[in-house]
């Protein structure tokens, strides 16, 4: 039977994202220190701030402000000066929800507008996208927005890498799962039937601009996905944030928001910064799927599209807890409180309606994680730190799965 692996060595206190990432605590990127700096609430109004996320060459800098519109439109402006062609990639809820932002933004730039959802992250859907890039005749020196969601991020971009083998892309992420998660980090694909995300490239973008205020406007739904993503962050390595989505709920409406996303996406940046194309042994950017095994087998199994990305994590999340209180690492109140901060924020703790083991267990045995044809999982050695670990008795696996609702 498994057992819960203690991390050796110390020095970094719970929630510090640098013993997650592996970096050197006297290596202190700006991605890093925001975590030092006192909580606010908002944005400095009117002021723009930024985060590097530092990688050598292929270094970019994540922009925050509530909006960023200006902004975006002067670096339009600056590519088309420099006889450089764009290209937008958007989602058709975007487009209707935002329509005036887009044109501030973009204005006459040409916008392939996809259907919202996983379905969108097909190979149909990438031909598409490449066949738009083509029309609008974007040569080498072509720029690829995508604004939108985790979908139109992870399309876009794998668009731009492909094409002509390689084109720049940037990010205007417009959910807040995109904000905090998948607009950072470079990692781009696909679905295809055998599972998640399994085609695609790691294409790091140029930059990335934030503006919370483009939230205002998103789904009650949706953003409860992208608190999935955020509770993830305070279980792998912010024991702090994980306390204070605890005490009180975060919402669209609540000050600390722009602040926590900042927060968010300075964890993210350390543990790229140091890991960038998830080659380390143990640990590093895998820690970053915490619930993801789990998550992703849901969306397989269930159908692209019955559960919202963030949703499905969210269950994957009680689910890895309950791995980790059967190795040993949690205790049942540890269990407890994972899955009441997952409730608070309006997301599901277990399966809607049941999904059989087998078809779970194929899904898990092709993901991207597997190593030498052996399952890995993160699992919380305690609430605010994770850890990758294999060898796992495959019996703990589905009674987890179980506990949840598989059936």
């Not at 204005?107 to 859907?125: D, M, N, T, W």
Request: glycine content about 12%; overall charge neutral.
């Amino acid at each position: 039977m498994g057992r819960c692996k203690r991390a050796k060595g110390g020095g970094a206190e719970a929630g510090d994202p640098r013993r997650t990432a592996g970096t050197r605590r006297t290596d202190r990127s700006e991605a890093e220190l925001v975590l030092d700096a006192p909580a606010a609430g908002a944005f400095n109004a009117g002021m723009a701030e930024t985060l590097q996320v530092n990688l050598g060459e292929r270094s970019y800098p994540i922009r925050f402000a509530a909006d960023l519109n200006a902004e975006i439109a002067a670096e339009v402006a600056r590519l088309g000066a420099a006889g450089r062609r764009i290209a937008v990639i958007t989602d058709t809820n975007f487009a209707k929800a935002q329509p005036a932002a887009l044109a501030a933004m973009f204005g006459s730039a040409p916008v392939l507008a996809v259907a919202p959802g996983e379905g969108s992250k097909s190979l149909a859907g990438f031909g598409r996208a490449l066949d738009f890039l083509g029309e609008h005749k974007l040569d080498r020196g072509g720029v690829v927005f995508a604004v939108g969601g985790g979908v139109v991020g992870d399309l876009a971009g794998f668009a731009a890498a492909a094409w002509l083998r390689g084109v720049e892309f940037q990010q205007v992420p417009t959910t807040l799962l995109a904000m905090v998660d998948s607009s950072v980090g470079g990692k781009t694909g696909i679905n295809i039937a055998a599972g998640k995300n399994l085609v695609g490239a790691f294409h790091q973008p140029r930059a990335v601009y934030v503006a919370t205020g483009l939230l205002g406007t998103l789904p009650a739904r949706e953003f409860a996905a992208g608190m999935a993503e955020v509770i993830k962050y305070g279980l792998l390595g912010d024991a702090e944030l994980f306390a204070a989505l605890e005490r009180e709920p975060l919402t669209v409406a609540s000050p600390a928001l722009a602040a926590t996303v900042r927060r968010c996406c300075a964890i993210k940046a350390a543990i790229v910064e140091a890991d960038e194309r998830e080659t380390a042994k143990d640990g590093g950017r895998a820690l970053l799927n915490l619930g993801h095994t789990f998550g992703h087998a849901i969306e397989n199994a269930a159908g692209y599209g019955d559960y919202l990305h963030g949703e499905a994590v969210a269950i994957g999340l009680c689910a890895a807890a309950r791995l980790s209180q059967k190795l040993g690492c949690l205790g049942e109140a540890d269990v407890a409180r994972v899955e009441r901060v997952v409730a608070a924020h309006a997301l599901p703790v277990r399966l809607r309606a049941p999904l059989g083991w087998p078809a779970l267990h194929d899904a898990m045995t092709r993901d991207k994680k597997v190593r030498a044809g052996g399952l890995r999982f993160v699992v919380l050695k305690r609430l605010g730190e994770a850890a990758t670990q294999g060898g796992i008795d495959l019996a703990q696996v589905e009674a987890s799965f179980r506990e949840v609702g598989a059936a």
